[in-house]
């Protein structure tokens, strides 16, 4: 819409619609100057060539003067790149340089929106005007809201009460403005105890603010983790996502708790100051400063049992710290308070039982046989049963005492006195150790007297390990596939065995067995099986060989294990027929869907990529051919006469994907079989005739039958000769066998009509077709009575004209074969000699054609030369010919 000076018009162009005002000047010169102001409207993102606005249109501008009004456009603005202007009519278009008006006004914000500013000047000189443009660019929703962060974090107090309110500073930016710009938020998991809510400051920004919906506690979940997604308010509406970390910090609402309320602890009157008696434990489940524990002393302990008794004020440790009265035998009792910032402390109550010792304790002397160190004795997994370990002997016994030494643990072991000596123990195995089993063991030497008293010696075992363990193969089968053609270095599997034996004894080594294949390579280190080179599965499909897994130690013990590479086919091999094309010769009349020939294919790929198919590509509608056996058939019997040669495409696809496939020719050549009989074209009727002067001289030609046989080689060769007369002269007329020629043998002495019966018969075998005319000569000077003559040849008819058709061999019953008992033979003999003599002829032909096929045989093998039918038709006929001969 435009306004012009003080008028108004609104104008629909294309897609969109265009505002246009004029502004107007309060100096009461501006109606005279000649200046004008335009204001357009238009979207950002505007294909090239969208009309903006037509600015003669909306001036109201002649545009019928002399000279016409030119539009020139100031082309140094940068405004000027995004539009093109048409010179003569003022037209306005957007250019090839898309408007984005997120690039073009990105330091202006939403309330000054953004515009492009043009000057165009109107020429000629008599027509200057300048025209001020303003091309306001609206907003499209061209972009999604999007978070400055990726990860937001809001922590919230697990006191915080039912809808406190917190806000997610991170909000989302949208370049786009108004509706277009962030519209609202929302949680996509809210767990049922958040809620969001949006808030609006003065400027017009969204703020996202977390409400609590549900009591929290930090304990029970200290972390909620979600996605907060920012909707803008375009159509359709653009979102942005970011994660949404809810930390739930913790308050002190926890405090500490022993995990045992009465503890009771047996102290020997000689117990020695310093020793550690008993250890208090309790538990905060909050964190930090909130989970600092104090143990005290309750006010209840008498200032005596505190100087008697250390307690660790952050470990929770009793300890001896005086010398206990050994003379009186009591007990204490005390009180300990565990402490929590803000709490009310928690109490256990500790009873200590003082045991009066009379005399001193027993005393334990170890003496090791075997290795020992710090206390650690050291024994080998290879030692046998009853190995002795060390002598124990008991000391400061007071004879009237008597005491008991047993052995606390697990192991094979066993504590026994030696030999009847007093207060003397030997410790010994009692089976193999096996290091793989356990490595160590803790034994305690126990001493008991009479009064209680009771000394404790520990012992500690370790088991040394040796290459008692050969390396054990995870499968001892190992079976592989991979697929032809690979690439050289292709992984195959990664092998592995374990060694229970430490140290370098339980390393192991792989390595290829003897038999495998040179192309196998395995990495001693890492147990890798590669194949240096690359596949052939028709070369050989199956790699079978040993590895072995070797270990480190001394002596080395091994394992060995199976490995089968299975080579699977990849549809690499066409399919091939055994012979480059192949020929049949067949007799014509062959019997329908009679097989022809095998078509001989093979594949060297195996699977469904071995399968083949044969299909004919051309003759579909006269052949078929058996897709898996590859037998040719003809529908119906063929007959040489109409087309002696076929030349078929038969293509062999295997079943691979993608499938491959070969192309050959097939030739098939009908042999002649004698199925036509002769064939009178000269007389055309027997009731035709023909005036014979008796004035003619003997060995005159008077005239001649002629005949074809469609049949050909001897099946065509026709003979001639006279079967019956009637009329005139016996022996007037004679015929020639070969010709059909007939003469007048003798001079004729009577008038009248002569009729011969010629029989026309071929030479075919087994048995010669024929067939019949009769001609009829009239021996007279004129022909005066036309229907005298008529009539006669009508009565002519009763010697009997016979018609013979063509024996159906393949239909003849019992009689047929009686006559001809030696008809196989002759059918035998017959069909190998003219299969001998074209192939003669084949072979003759196939030389002379030989050099005009040679630059043709890389096309012959991808494609099917339907345009040498013409020249497969010539030699056809070539053929043909020789054969006549």
Avoid at 7 to 31: H, N, Q, V
Avoid at 377 to 382: D, I, N
Avoid at 835 to 848: K, Q
Wanted: charged share 25%.
């Amino acid at each position: 819409m435009s306004t012009i000076h003080r008028g108004a018009c609104l104008a629909s162009k294309g897609k969109f619609w265009a505002l246009c005002i004029l502004l107007l000047y309060t100096s009461p010169l501006s109606c005279f100057s000649n200046f004008s102001h335009l204001i357009y409207k238009i979207k950002e993102g505007l294909p090239k060539g969208t009309l903006i606005g037509a600015i003669g249109e909306d001036l109201k501008l002649d545009f019928s003067v002399d000279p016409p009004r030119l539009f020139n456009l100031e082309l140094k603005q940068i405004s000027s790149q995004y539009v093109n202007l048409n010179n003569t009519t003022g037209e306005l278009y957007t250019s090839a340089l898309e408007i984005d008006r997120e690039a073009l006004c990105s330091d202006s914000h939403e309330g000054q929106g953004c515009a492009i500013f043009l000057d165009v000047i109107i020429l000629p000189q008599q027509y200057f005007q300048l025209v001020k443009i303003k091309i306001i660019i609206e907003d499209v929703n061209d972009n999604r809201p999007y978070f400055p962060v990726d990860e937001i974090r809001v922590s919230v107090p697990e006191n915080a009460p039912v809808n406190a309110r917190f806000a997610v500073e991170q909000s989302a930016v949208d370049p786009d403005v108004g509706i277009n710009g962030v519209q609202t938020y929302w949680l996509v998991n809210d767990y049922g105890v958040f809620t969001l809510d949006v808030e609006e400051n003065e400027g017009g920004e969204l703020t996202p603010f977390l409400i609590v919906t549900e009591t929290l506690d930090r304990e029970t979940q200290a972390e909620y983790l979600t996605d907060i997604i920012a909707e803008d308010g375009g159509s359709p509406p653009l979102l942005g996502t970011a994660t949404l970390r809810i930390i739930i910090t913790d308050v002190n609402d926890n405090c500490p708790k022993f995990t045992e309320s009465q503890v009771n602890v047996t102290v020997f009157g000689n117990t020695t100051k310093g020793a550690q008696l008993a250890r208090l434990h309790a538990f905060d489940p909050d964190q930090g400063a909130n989970a600092q524990i104090t143990y005290t002393f309750s006010e209840r302990v008498t200032r005596e049992t505190r100087s008697l008794f250390h307690l660790d004020k952050f470990t929770g440790v009793i300890k001896l710290a005086g010398k206990i009265d050994t003379d009186t035998g009591k007990f204490y009792k005390l009180v300990v308070l565990a402490n929590g910032p803000a709490c009310i402390p928690d109490v256990a109550t500790v009873t200590l039982h003082v045991i009066k010792v009379v005399s001193g304790p027993p005393a334990i002397i170890p003496r090791y046989i075997a290795p020992e160190k710090d206390g650690v004795v050291s024994m080998s997994e290879s030692e046998p049963p009853f190995s002795p370990i060390a002598f124990f002997t008991i000391k400061n016994v007071d004879p009237r005492q008597g005491v008991v030494c047993l052995l606390e643990g697990t192991g094979p072991f066993r504590l026994l006195p030696y030999k009847h000596l007093k207060n003397e123990y030997l410790l010994e195995t009692t089976d193999i150790l096996d290091y793989e089993q356990q490595k160590d063991y803790e034994l305690t030497v126990v001493v008991k007297n009479t009064y209680g008293s009771v000394v404790k010696t520990l012992v500690k075992v370790q088991v040394l390990d040796v290459n008692d363990n050969a390396p054990i193969f995870k499968q001892s089968l190992i079976d592989i596939k991979v697929e032809e053609n690979n690439a050289p270095d292709t992984f195959l599997a990664k092998l592995q065995a374990t060694d229970e034996d430490s140290d370098s004894r339980g390393e192991v080594l792989y390595l290829l067995g003897s038999d495998a294949p040179s192309i196998f390579y395995l990495d001693r280190l890492t147990g890798v099986l590669t194949v240096t080179t690359s596949l052939d599965r028709e070369e050989k499909e199956t790699y079978r060989f040993m590895v072995r897994a070797v270990d480190c130690g001394t002596p080395r013990k091994e394992s060995i294990a199976t490995v089968v590479v299975t080579v699977l086919d990849r549809n690499d091999n066409s399919p091939r027929f055994i012979n480059k094309d192949f020929t049949f010769f067949v007799p014509e009349n062959f019997p329908g869907f009679g097989e022809i020939g095998v078509l001989s294919v093979t594949d060297a790929d195996a699977g469904e990529n071995g399968w083949v198919a044969l299909s004919i590509l051309n003759g579909s509608d006269i052949f078929v051919i058996d897709t898996g056996r590859g037998a040719l058939r003809a529908k119906t019997p063929l007959d040489r006469e109409q087309q002696g040669t076929y030349y078929l495409w038969i293509e062999a696809v295997d079943g691979g994907k993608p499938a491959l496939s070969c192309v050959t020719m097939v030739t098939v050549l009908l042999l002649d079989v004698n199925d036509n009989p002769p064939i009178v074209l000269f007389p055309q009727s027997n009731q035709s005739y023909m005036l014979v002067l008796p004035t003619t001289l003997p060995g005159t030609s008077i005239t001649e039958v002629y005949a074809v046989d469609r049949d050909t080689g001897m099946n065509a060769v026709i003979a001639y000769s006279i079967i019956k007369r009637k009329g005139g002269e016996p022996g007037s007329f004679d015929i020639d066998p070969d010709t059909g020629n007939i003469t007048l043998r003798k001079a004729l002495s009577n008038r009248g009509l002569y009729s011969l019966l010629v029989k026309v018969s071929d030479h075919g075998q087994p048995e010669p077709l024929h067939s019949t005319v009769l001609v009829n000569l009239f021996v007279n000077e004129t022909i005066s009575n036309e229907s005298y003559i008529q009539s006669l040849l009508t009565r002519e008819e009763e010697i009997g004209i016979e018609e013979i058709r063509p024996p159906n061999r393949l239909a003849r019953g019992p009689e047929y074969a009686e006559l001809f008992p030696c008809q196989p033979v002759l059918i035998a003999l017959s069909t190998t000699c003219l299969g001998l003599f074209f192939i003669v002829v084949s072979l003759t032909a196939y030389i002379c054609c030989k050099k005009q096929k040679k630059h043709k045989k890389k096309r012959l093998e991808v494609e099917i030369p339907l345009k040498m039918k013409t020249d497969m038709q010539a030699m056809d006929r070539k053929l043909m010919e020789l054969s006549n001969i």
